[in-house]
């Protein structure tokens, strides 16, 4: 039984849908594979965040919650 052919959302190329194909059943294997690359790429940018930042955000949420939450309705 032959596969199905689809055509990428993304390049508009023909490709066979395999059941073994990463990612999704729309994008061609080599269209997946970039965003899979990009993907990676953005989670190492990610990692690199400095912490004390990512304090001062959360901090910044904590405070912003507690001002919606208690304040006073006058």
Same mark, same amino acid.
Not at 1 to 20: A, G, S, Y
């Given at each position: +039984? %032959?596969? %199905? ?7 508009? #190329?023909?490709?066979? /849908?395999? %059941?073994?194909? @990463? $990612?999704?059943?729309?994008?061609? @294997?080599?269209?997946? #594979?970039?965003?899979? =690359? =990009? ?5 190492? !940018? !990610? &990692?690199?965040?400095? @912490?004390? !930042?990512? $304090? #001062? /955000?959360?901090? !910044?949420?904590?405070?912003? +919650?507690?001002? /919606? /939450?208690?304040?006073?309705? &006058?």
């Amino acid at each position: +039984m %032959p596969f %199905p052919i689809r055509t990428c959302v993304v390049c508009h #190329e023909e490709f066979e /849908l395999r %059941p073994d194909k @990463p $990612g999704f059943a729309n994008r061609c @294997p080599t269209c997946t #594979e970039e965003e899979e =690359q =990009q993907r990676a790429e953005a989670r190492d !940018a !990610a &990692s690199v965040v400095d @912490p004390r !930042a990512v $304090g #001062e /955000l959360n901090a !910044a949420r904590r405070q912003a +919650m507690r001002d /919606l /939450l208690y304040r006073k309705d &006058s």
